[in-house]
């Protein structure tokens, strides 16, 4: 929970897996400092079990002290996360 990092996460790029707007640079989540929650969860259902994850995102640029932006995620983090996870126990 609420972890902070800036630029790429294993090499990807932060728009790819959040949407903060834009700047006159491009993409804010490529050059914001962008807080994230990431909570997975495994939930019960009658073929086994299920993984839901939940991305929460703001951006907030580092040469301000201006509030923060709200971020919306795109998808692709959690798609990582559920095939790394499915890799990972064989699935």
């Given at each position: ?19 903060c707007g ?70």
């Amino acid at each position: 929970r609420r972890f902070t990092k800036m630029y790429d996460i294993a090499g990807v790029k932060l728009s790819k897996y959040v949407g903060c707007g834009s700047s006159e640079t491009g993409p804010t989540a490529d050059s914001y400092r962008i807080t994230m929650s990431i909570i997975s969860r495994v939930i019960p259902s009658p073929e086994g079990s299920r993984i839901d994850t939940e991305l929460t995102a703001t951006a907030q640029d580092p040469g301000t002290s201006k509030g923060s932006l709200s971020c919306t995620s795109l998808g692709g983090l959690e798609q990582r996360i559920h095939a790394l996870t499915a890799k990972h126990l064989g699935a």
